[in-house]
């Protein structure tokens, strides 16, 4: 087994008791790479040379072993910026942007002792549920790479899956952490709306987008939690409420909890073998001393209508910024700005790109502002008060990750809405805010991984965590990729 293939916070303690270097790790990250990267392609960029030059430095004086990550990689999606390198966001837009700053997340990475080891690939800007709509080609799922990773962040799952990536950031909207996380048999977490800062994160749908870890397990999920989390001046969505530390709060998770299942929710179209996984799990809490309560989200039916609606229309105005003039992608010569502009746009963003302005631009149009986009806002605020009212009976809320396995290669390209539901069950925490996050709860019959996804309360990442650690415990999940 080589080094790239253990959890986090057990690298980190070999790493502190000297037992081996960060330039030891960091070679067998690069082996691995080397080695599956062609077929899974999970990267946009992998900086070969920079991590090892730097972990080859921290291995000769030893500063490292008083840093939190302690001179360990980890991976970023490319949409949050790393300064002095490109972030393409999947799209040609920005083939050959690099960034001047870097992103709050990775100066907190970087200042507790990580080395950013490469940029992850995704559906562009953001916007898909497969990796399939990256301008730089799909990345595979690990497990099988007939199958799609998930999406948006597949890039960053099928990294940490197929040990390519010890750990990785990626970026939640409805749920492109938690999807990915469930078809690619890893933990992803979605924090809370302004637990994490979103400076440095290339806006989709800026009162959605959250960025948060995908991890081999609950324990490194909550260490890189506790390192990217707290208040940041220069996002104003940035909440302050202190920095918890995740990774001593999972090491002790609570004996009894009680589980919410929201079943008026779970019959929104199943595959039978994702719904008898998750009764197989709430069999196992209930075996295991959990108390399960039948909660009603009566809202949440009509998430995916009001996700598609808000998230388009936020999409059409941020993505407005990209025109060829100041930065991105411009077309040849023109006569004028009106061409420039619309050539530029019209070469430079991907299909799904397009759909989704077209969309969001119309819903806020004058006529229609009230007839979908208002409409879409009090749907959301319902389901806000549905979530409020269910965690009057329960500690966290456990529905599966997602309602299908992962599915084939072009199998719901040139069907949007048929894509568009794989988010059914992320959604809802989206639109409310929430912290959500999907572990694994077991495998098909044809080996592909399956997720359950905790919800918990407005900042309740601690129960959240400590649930899901003590889930993990329970379902003992040892399934690994076959790359």
């Given at each position: 087994m080589g080094l790239n293939e253990l959890g986090l916070c057990q690298l980190v303690d070999m790493l502190k008791a000297g037992d081996v270097s960060p330039f030891e790790v960091a070679s067998d990250l690069f082996a691995a790479v080397e080695a599956f990267e062609p077929n899974i392609r999970a990267y946009i960029e992998f900086y070969a040379e920079d991590l090892l030059e730097q972990t080859k430095q921290l291995s000769s004086n030893g500063g490292y072993r008083t840093k939190r990550f302690a001179g360990l990689p980890i991976a970023v999606k490319d949409n949050i910026v790393v300064k002095g390198k490109r972030t393409t966001c999947g799209s040609r837009m920005l083939a050959d942007w690099a960034s001047p700053y870097d992103a709050t997340v990775v100066e907190r990475l970087r200042s507790d002792g990580a080395v950013i080891a490469g940029k992850t690939?995704?559906?562009?800007?953001?916007?898909?549920?497969?990796?399939?709509?990256?301008?730089?080609?799909?990345?595979?799922?690990?497990?099988?790479?007939?199958?799609?990773?998930?999406?948006?962040?597949?890039?960053?799952?099928?990294?940490?899956?197929?040990?390519?990536?010890?750990a990785a950031l990626g970026s939640d909207t409805g749920g492109s952490i938690r999807q990915p996380a469930g078809f690619c048999g890893v933990v992803g977490m979605k924090p809370s709306y302004g637990r994490v800062s979103r400076y440095g994160l290339v806006a989709f749908a800026s009162s959605l987008d959250q960025i948060g870890p995908l991890t081999k397990n609950v324990k490194d999920c909550a260490l890189v939690l506790s390192s990217i989390c707290g208040w940041d001046a220069r996002d104003s969505t940035s909440l302050q409420n202190g920095v918890t530390d995740f990774e001593h709060a999972v090491a002790d998770p609570p004996r009894t909890f009680t589980v919410g299942v929201p079943r008026d929710l779970l019959t929104m179209g199943m595959d039978a073998v994702v719904e008898a996984n998750f009764n197989a799990t709430v069999e196992l809490l209930e075996a295991n001393g959990a108390e399960v309560a039948e909660v009603t989200l009566p809202h949440s039916r009509y998430a995916v209508a009001s996700y598609y609606t808000v998230a388009n229309a936020e999409a059409s105005s941020n993505l407005a910024r990209f025109d060829g003039v100041k930065y991105g992608h411009r077309t040849g010569a023109t006569s004028d700005l009106y061409t420039l502009v619309t050539r530029s746009r019209d070469e430079g963003f991907g299909d799904e790109v397009k759909r989704r302005i077209l969309l969001g631009t119309y819903?806020?149009?004058?006529?229609?502002?009230?007839?979908?986009?208002?409409?879409?806002?009090?749907?959301?605020?319902?389901?806000?008060?549905?979530?409020?009212?269910?965690?009057?009976?329960?500690?966290?809320?456990?529905?599966?990750?997602?309602?299908?396995?992962?599915?084939?290669?072009?199998?719901?390209?040139?069907?949007?809405?048929?894509?568009?539901?794989?988010?059914?069950?992320?959604?809802?925490?989206?639109?409310?805010?929430?912290?959500?996050?999907?572990?694994?709860?077991?495998?098909?019959?044809?080996?592909?991984?399956?997720g359950v996804q905790l919800i918990g309360p407005p900042l309740g990442e601690t129960i959240v965590l400590q649930s899901a650690a003590a889930l993990e415990q329970m379902i003992g999940f040892d399934g690994k990729a076959v790359v």
């Amino acid at each position: 087994m080589g080094l790239n293939e253990l959890g986090l916070c057990q690298l980190v303690d070999m790493l502190k008791a000297g037992d081996v270097s960060p330039f030891e790790v960091a070679s067998d990250l690069f082996a691995a790479v080397e080695a599956f990267e062609p077929n899974i392609r999970a990267y946009i960029e992998f900086y070969a040379e920079d991590l090892l030059e730097q972990t080859k430095q921290l291995s000769s004086n030893g500063g490292y072993r008083t840093k939190r990550f302690a001179g360990l990689p980890i991976a970023v999606k490319d949409n949050i910026v790393v300064k002095g390198k490109r972030t393409t966001c999947g799209s040609r837009m920005l083939a050959d942007w690099a960034s001047p700053y870097d992103a709050t997340v990775v100066e907190r990475l970087r200042s507790d002792g990580a080395v950013i080891a490469g940029k992850t690939n995704l559906d562009e800007f953001g916007m898909g549920s497969s990796t399939e709509n990256s301008a730089f080609g799909p990345t595979r799922n690990p497990w099988n790479t007939k199958r799609v990773p998930g999406g948006s962040s597949g890039g960053s799952a099928a990294a940490v899956a197929a040990g390519t990536a010890l750990a990785a950031l990626g970026s939640d909207t409805g749920g492109s952490i938690r999807q990915p996380a469930g078809f690619c048999g890893v933990v992803g977490m979605k924090p809370s709306y302004g637990r994490v800062s979103r400076y440095g994160l290339v806006a989709f749908a800026s009162s959605l987008d959250q960025i948060g870890p995908l991890t081999k397990n609950v324990k490194d999920c909550a260490l890189v939690l506790s390192s990217i989390c707290g208040w940041d001046a220069r996002d104003s969505t940035s909440l302050q409420n202190g920095v918890t530390d995740f990774e001593h709060a999972v090491a002790d998770p609570p004996r009894t909890f009680t589980v919410g299942v929201p079943r008026d929710l779970l019959t929104m179209g199943m595959d039978a073998v994702v719904e008898a996984n998750f009764n197989a799990t709430v069999e196992l809490l209930e075996a295991n001393g959990a108390e399960v309560a039948e909660v009603t989200l009566p809202h949440s039916r009509y998430a995916v209508a009001s996700y598609y609606t808000v998230a388009n229309a936020e999409a059409s105005s941020n993505l407005a910024r990209f025109d060829g003039v100041k930065y991105g992608h411009r077309t040849g010569a023109t006569s004028d700005l009106y061409t420039l502009v619309t050539r530029s746009r019209d070469e430079g963003f991907g299909d799904e790109v397009k759909r989704r302005i077209l969309l969001g631009t119309y819903v806020l149009s004058a006529g229609y502002y009230d007839a979908y986009y208002l409409q879409a806002e009090k749907v959301r605020s319902l389901i806000t008060t549905d979530f409020d009212t269910a965690f009057d009976r329960c500690d966290v809320i456990m529905m599966p990750t997602s309602p299908t396995p992962a599915f084939r290669f072009g199998e719901r390209t040139d069907e949007p809405l048929h894509m568009y539901l794989s988010d059914v069950f992320t959604i809802p925490a989206s639109l409310a805010g929430l912290p959500g996050i999907s572990i694994p709860s077991g495998t098909t019959g044809d080996g592909l991984p399956l997720g359950v996804q905790l919800i918990g309360p407005p900042l309740g990442e601690t129960i959240v965590l400590q649930s899901a650690a003590a889930l993990e415990q329970m379902i003992g999940f040892d399934g690994k990729a076959v790359v």
